[in-house]
C-alpha cells in the first residue's frame, strides 16, 4: 500500500514557477512508476506528465512540453514536479498517482494510489 501527499500548490503570476512535490510512504516506491494529472474546474482529469520506475522514460502532455519536468529522489520517496512558464490555462488541481507495475501510463485508470490533490492558480 502506498499513500501520496502533494504540496508546492499556490498562487502564482504568468510567467512564474512553481515545484510540486509528491511524497510517499512505503518502502517500495522507487519502483513504482508515477505520473501527474490536473483537473480544471468543469473538466476531466487531464494527463501532465510521466515518467516509469528508473526515470529512464518520461512522456510529456503536448500543453506542457518544454515547460514541466518531472524527477524523483528516491532516498526521501519524493517525486517532483518543475514547472516553469506557467499560464493562466495551467490552473487546476494538480495530483500525483503511483502503479506499481513500474511503466509509463497515460490514462488516469492505469493508476492504483492517487494523492489529494494540490491547487495552482496562475494569475494574469
Known amino acids: 500500500q502506498v499513500q501520496l501527499v502533494e504540496s508546492g500548490g499556490g498562487l502564482v503570476q504568468a510567467g512564474g514557477s512553481l515545484r510540486l512535490s509528491c511524497a510517499a510512504s512505503g518502502r517500495t516506491f522507487s519502483t513504482y512508476a508515477v505520473g501527474w494529472f490536473r483537473q480544471a474546474p468543469g473538466k476531466e482529469r487531464e494527463f501532465v506528465v510521466a515518467?516509469?520506475?528508473?526515470?529512464?522514460?518520461?512522456y510529456y502532455a503536448d500543453s506542457v512540453k518544454g515547460r514541466v519536468t518531472i524527477s524523483r529522489d528516491n532516498a526521501k520517496n519524493t517525486v517532483y514536479l518543475q514547472m516553469n512558464s506557467l499560464k493562466p490555462e495551467d490552473t487546476a488541481v494538480y495530483y500525483c498517482?503511483?502503479?506499481?507495475?513500474?511503466?509509463?501510463?497515460?490514462?488516469?485508470?492505469?493508476?492504483?494510489?492517487w494523492g489529494q490533490g494540490t491547487q495552482v492558480t496562475v494569475s494574469t
Open positions: 498517482a503511483a502503479d506499481r507495475r513500474g511503466g509509463v501510463y497515460i490514462r488516469p485508470d492505469e493508476y492504483d494510489y
Open positions: 515518467f516509469n520506475w528508473s526515470g529512464t522514460m518520461t
